[in-house]
């Protein structure tokens, strides 16, 4: 974790040096303040040429609780969620619920092929089937922004032993 934000500030500085060295385009303070305050709420190594808007979304959602069929800062589910980030990031209106975005708005992807923004299906619970009901949005490095029942929104990790048992597909909404 030092290590990335390491590479993190290094990044920022050479950007910052580069671009008052050369008398280019000008990167405003507030740019680089933006990702840095993004970096630290989802533990991950923000950059400018990252989907700064759908950090800038998901990141007003963290720790909204969880409540089934909510659409709401008071409460809020995991497609619902979706649904609401791509509204407001992409202007798309995708199905309500986790098994109509992958059936009707997703190409399906592998695991590997993942970048940010798209979705991530899993089948959670006891159900039989691979009928997905649970959906979150894959940010980088492995870490997705998702609705828990126990935490609310929050960003979790692909590798972690649940997710890892519980994935079922990957999917890419066309933009």
Known sequence: ??????????????????????????????????????????????????????????????????????NSKKGIDCSGFVWVIFKEVYGLSLASSSQGMLSSNCKMIAKTDLQEGDLVFFKTGRRKGRTTNHVGIYLKDGKFVHTSTSNGVVVSSLDDPYYSRTWVAGGRVDL
């Open 1 to 70: 974790m030092m290590l990335k934000r390491l590479i993190l500030v290094i990044a920022l500085f050479t950007i910052m040096i580069a671009q008052s060295s050369c008398g280019a385009l000008k990167i405003s303070s507030e740019e680089l303040e933006v990702p840095v305050l993004l970096s630290r709420q989802f533990g991950l190594p923000i950059a400018p040429g990252d989907n700064i808007e759908l950090y800038e979304a998901a990141s007003t959602w963290l720790g909204t609780p969880h409540r089934y069929g909510g």
